[in-house]
């Protein structure tokens, strides 16, 4: 395979291609298949029929989900931020620096 397309990938294929057309339907039929042998056409029916009964309820437990997984991102955020205050700050140089005279103490004692 090209390095090339390794790297910059192929072009997203539209579903009206006739060029990929065989193989979007396959695939649709493919997930149609896995959806009706694993329940979750049924699932998604149930959940969609409960949504339609209790919109808001609905609407409170979606948002509800996302606001609390954006506060949950944000403490985790926040957290990071100041236990990388407490650690002491070096630039490569200096890493680079310290692995050198490591080395060079090491050959020392042997």
């Keep these: ?3 090339k397309k390794i790297l910059a ?3 997203m294929p539209d579903k009206n291609d006739p060029r990929y057309k065989e193989q979007y339907e396959r695939e649709v ?3 149609r298949k896995f959806a009706n042998k694993t329940k979750l056409t049924l ?3 149930k959940i969609q029929s ?3 009964v209790h919109r ?3 609407l409170v437990i979606v948002f509800g989900f996302v ?3 954006f506060a949950l991102n944000i403490i985790n955020m926040i957290r990071y931020y100041k236990a990388s205050q407490n650690v002491p700050h070096r630039t490569v140089v200096e ?3 310290q692995a050198l005279h490591q080395q060079l103490e090491l050959k020392k004692a042997r």
């Design 1 to 3: 395979m090209d390095i």
């Design 9 to 11: 990938g192929e072009k």
């Design 29 to 31: 039929e493919a997930g």
């Design 43 to 45: 699932l998604v029916m």
């Design 50 to 52: 409960w949504a339609n």
């Design 56 to 58: 808001v309820g609905f």
């Design 67 to 69: 606001i609390s997984l």
């Design 95 to 97: 890493q680079v620096d």
